[in-house]
């Protein structure tokens, strides 16, 4: 189901960062370091993040200006990291591969006509989580102290079940997937500037008297990351036919439609592959010194690209009482 599609359901609100301070945010790793990954690709010069051995590792400059959002509101962040990709995802991932594909050569092309800025553009298209970046984030979080769950597949299902088992406050993701894997709440535009956007299962269900069930209905009769939807239906026509038919099946059986897998998908998102075997603690004490030398020394980042970034999490450290972290 498209992004604006489900978030034409979604109940949202602005809500201050005072109203969240002190929880535990499971963070979907990827949808939080992919949009720091391509935003520090398209306006930081390439030499800045990368190693005299040409290893590219822009992901840590993204980690280091992120991380310090959660720092200043007194909120702990859990990064929780996708396992394998599921089966039925595979036809997104070619598709996003050929996307990459086509950015490159479209790249290749703007630096041959010597348009920089097209360039830059089309660089942060062709980003991908790399081997490289996976090592090195996870090892700059270990220094920073930042606690790390491995999922078994989607992230954002396990970010999901943390919250969902309350071992999370909140889940931190742009993504509206989560509404489907059920996170009570979502705080999304952890990435932007200004306060978040909340998420609210509950009360999105209640405007719309739906079951989870039924929103995951909607949803794959629009169309997933796992499923093509009905032609021509949106979430409009999808609700409507949901309280007349009851449910995913009854709407098929009086449409005379088909789903490929529906049976498959529906499953995914109401039991997902997820794991109890995880353990945290929310005391944090990150080792900034050896963090910043990890990142300016041993990945030879420019130290300016990411000073002010180590300057914010020490202040932080200050503002939240907490100034006792070394």
Partial sequence: MGNADLRSLAVLSEIDFDEVAGSVVAVDAHNWLYRYLTTTVKFTR???????????????????????????????????????VTELKDEEVAERRAAREKAEELKQAAEERGDDVAAARLEARTQRLTGIIHETTRELLELLDVPVVEAPAEGEAQASHMAIRGDADYVGSEDYDTLLFGAPYTLRQLTSKGNPELMDLDATLAKHDLTREQLVDVAILCG??????????GPKTALSELHEHGDLWGVLDARGAYIEYADRVRELFLDPPVTDEYAFETEISPDIEAARAYVTEEWEVDAGEVARGFERIEESLVQTGLDDWT
Avoid at 59 to 81: R, S, T, Y
Avoid at 224 to 233: K, M
Wanted: proline share 4%.
């Fill in 224 to 233: 997933t990351d796992f499923n093509e939807g009905l032609s021509g239906v």
């Fill in 46 to 84: 390439e030499d800045a993040y990368t190693t005299a051995a040409g290893e590219e590792v822009a992901n840590l400059i993204g980690v280091v200006q992120g991380l310090p959002k959660f720092f200043e509101h007194d909120l702990v962040p859990v990064f929780v990291f996708d396992g394998g």
